[in-house]
T-cell receptor, first 113, second 118 residues
Framework: EPEVTQTPSHQVTQMGQEVILRCVPISNHLYFYWYRQILGQKVEFLVSFYNNEISEKSEIFDDQFSVERPDGSNFTLKIRSTKLEDSAMYFC???????????FGQGTRLTVV | AQKVTQAQTEISVVEKEDVTLDCVYETRDTTYYLFWYKQPPSGELVFLIRRNSFDEQNEISGRYSWNFQKSTSSFNFTITASQVVDSAVYFCALSEETGSSNTGKLIFGQGTTLQVKP
């Protein structure tokens, strides 16, 4: 069964460092998303991406964040200068349309120390 | 404004009991989609069901059933004869078709932690 895969599963980084979280969406999907979940809290939308551009972003997704689809398979989230409050589980998701269900990866747990 | 409320933070039941997880949503759109996701202790988000706003038929899938009522803006989830493996956090989510957000973005509720004891 096709699935969304994310790497790494866990990343520890020092405050101020740049991190890149990687995702391989399901191959025939066209819509891509990043969400985050601070420990014990709800899942929050960060950004949606379609047709090689951002279609929507939340207030959380400030200038420190960027997304890219560098080739036909990968979808990345970059945090330029990490802060302690960026520590969270980051989920990548994809869907074949904006009306259908999104399938999520297993998440990357980012710990900023 | 779009909003999803799961008023039950935690529920604890004994195996084989039935349990209902509540979800209430707010939206101004006439076309929208509702979802339930399961987050087991391993942390991934597993899709369970999607309903569109024009389909109020209740759905049953094995021990799972969903009750969608537009009149009360609710989309409740019932697990019949619960099992220990059902222990997880369950999230209700909303996606709007039109208006300012039509990108497939999901608005999640706070989640309900279900503990099923043997």
């Amino acid at each position: 069964e096709p699935e969304v895969t994310q790497t790494p599963s866990h990343q520890v980084t020092q405050m101020g460092q740049e991190v890149i979280l990687r995702c391989v969406p399901i191959s025939n999907h066209l819509y891509f998303y990043w969400y985050r979940q601070i420990l014990g809290q709800k899942v929050e939308f960060l950004v949606s991406f379609y047709n090689n551009e951002i279609s929507e972003k939340s207030e959380i997704f400030d200038d420190q964040f960027s997304v890219e689809r560098p080739d036909g398979s990968n979808f990345t989230l970059k945090i330029r200068s990490t802060k302690l409050e960026d520590s969270a589980m980051y989920f990548c998701a994809s869907s074949d349309s904006r009306r259908t269900e999104a399938f999520f990866g297993q998440g990357t747990r980012l710990t900023v120390v | 404004a779009q909003k999803v409320t799961q008023a039950q933070t935690e529920i604890s039941v004994v195996e084989k009991e039935d349990v209902t997880l509540d979800c209430v949503y707010e939206t101004r759109d006439t076309t929208y989609y509702l979802f339930w996701y399961k987050q087991p202790p391993s942390g991934e988000l597993v899709f369970l069901i999607r309903r569109n706003s024009f389909d109020e038929q209740n759905e049953i899938s094995g021990r799972y059933s969903w009750n969608f009522q537009k009149s009360t803006s609710s989309f409740n989830f019932t697990i019949t004869a619960s099992q220990v493996v059902d222990s997880a956090v369950y999230f209700c989510a909303l996606s709007e078709e039109t208006g300012s957000s039509n990108t497939g973005k999901l608005i999640f509720g706070q989640g309900t932690t279900l503990q099923v004891k043997p």
